[in-house]
């Protein structure tokens, strides 16, 4: 965290930094942590845009973030051309309407493309143009299609599973972390239930959505903190 970072720092350089406070508002935030930040409005607030949607749709709220002064659309190629994107681009009009000043915009992303169109995404109408910095680079992939040796069928059959959980099993311990991403919340059980057959209790869990807060956490610090092999999961992970 970069606030407990700075204020050492700045203790050791003799300059009185005020204490920057944090807060998170998404589904997941209880009744008591809401009415809190109502209460005592934290400098920084990270949302998600439908959470940013219903703040907009309060009048408590919306005094709450009249006060704002940046943006950061973070993994903005996420949103850009969908539904969710149209409505976060309408989300930030109504922010600006309440605002006393012009509010800084910024769009972050490792792949957008192309930044011209993202850059018009993330301002809309405005009379100053946005500045683009693209200080990005591309990363060398090692890409591969991967089938199983049996013949695959519109069912596949226990057999042809089986071959398909030892070659993940394979990757997976010739790597350091492996995402496994599937399409339903049913699949990443099994494919979990089945890879830590294979690997070990702690090695592999899943993460989707009907999985309770707590446990989609502790999933994703032990992805972060590398004590995870590998992780499978819906786009639950992604939207996280």
């Keep these: ?7 050492p720092l700045a203790e050791a350089a003799g300059l009185g930094a005020p204490r920057i406070t944090a807060a998170v508002r998404t589904g997941d935030t209880t009744q008591s942590e809401r009415a809190a930040m109502l209460r005592t409005p934290p400098h920084i607030l990270v949302t998600t845009p439908e ?3 219903l703040l907009l749709t ?3 709220s919306r005094e709450m973030l009249r006060t704002v002064r940046t943006v950061i659309v973070d993994e903005i190629h996420a949103v850009i051309g969908t539904r ?3 409505h976060l ?3 930030l009009e109504r922010l600006q309407q309440g605002a006393p000043a012009p509010i800084l915009r910024l769009g972050l992303s490792a792949t957008q ?3 011209a169109d993202v850059a018009r995404f993330l301002v809309g109408n405005a009379a100053t143009p946005c500045t683009i910095i693209d200080d990005g680079h591309r990363r060398d992939m090692d890409l591969a299609i991967e089938i199983p040796r049996s013949e695959l069928d519109a069912v596949m059959a226990h057999e042809v599973w089986e ?3 030892d070659r993940l099993a394979e990757l997976i311990a010739a790597h350091k972390t492996t995402l496994v991403f599937v399409n339903t919340r049913r699949l990443a059980e099994r494919v979990a239930r089945n890879l830590t057959d294979r690997l070990g209790e702690e ?3 899943a993460h989707h959505g009907s999985l309770s807060k707590d446990t989609r956490h502790d999933a994703e610090e032990r992805l972060k903190t590398g004590k995870l092999k590998a992780l499978v999961a819906t786009a639950s992970l992604g939207l996280g």
Excluded: I, K, W
């Excluded at 965290?1 to 204020?7: E, K, L």
């Design 1 to 7: 965290d970069p606030r407990t970072g700075t204020q």
């Design 84 to 86: 969710r994107g149209a």
């Design 58 to 60: 309060s009048s408590r």
């Design 89 to 91: 681009a309408l989300s």
């Design 203 to 205: 090695a592999v869990t």
């Design 51 to 53: 959470s940013l949607y």
């Design 163 to 165: 071959e398909y959980y």
């Design 113 to 115: 493309n192309p930044v």
